[in-house]
């Protein structure tokens, strides 16, 4: 049941990259690339996560929250910049250079999102 789990988790994290990379090279709007995006990078990083310890830490989408949260205070402060990595575009990119407290609310709704569906799940295979 446990690999089951995992091949699950796995199947959704490329699914959910897939979705990611095509956002990133493809949408260019005001509402999908923004928002949509960073919804479903918490519920990546939860699946991520989930790969690696299926049923252990029960609070892990507060704890992909706050990780998330970290970076984009990170990204409030620069710290690429302090790092003096400005010139490093691929740590700018995994990083981020522009803080924005909407990719916090949206980092909320993936992970409550995550946190939802999982429950339900739980709930409806215990039946």
């Not at 402060?77 to 909407?102: P, Q, Y």
């Amino acid at each position: 049941m446990l690999r089951k789990q995992r091949i699950t988790y796995a199947l959704m994290f490329v699914t959910i990259l897939l979705i990611e990379v095509l956002i990133a090279l493809f949408v260019r709007d005001k509402f999908v690339r923004p928002y949509v995006g960073d919804v479903l990078v918490a519920v990546l990083i939860c699946c991520l996560c989930r790969v690696c310890i299926p049923n252990k830490v029960t609070a892990l989408p507060i704890y992909v929250f706050l990780f998330a949260t970290a970076v984009e205070l990170a990204q409030y402060f620069d710290i690429v910049k302090l790092l003096g990595m400005e010139s490093n575009k691929l740590l700018s990119t995994l990083l981020g250079r522009t803080f924005s407290i909407a990719d916090i609310l949206c980092y909320a709704v993936g992970c409550l999102g995550f946190y939802l569906i999982e429950k339900a799940v739980r709930k409806y295979s215990t039946l």
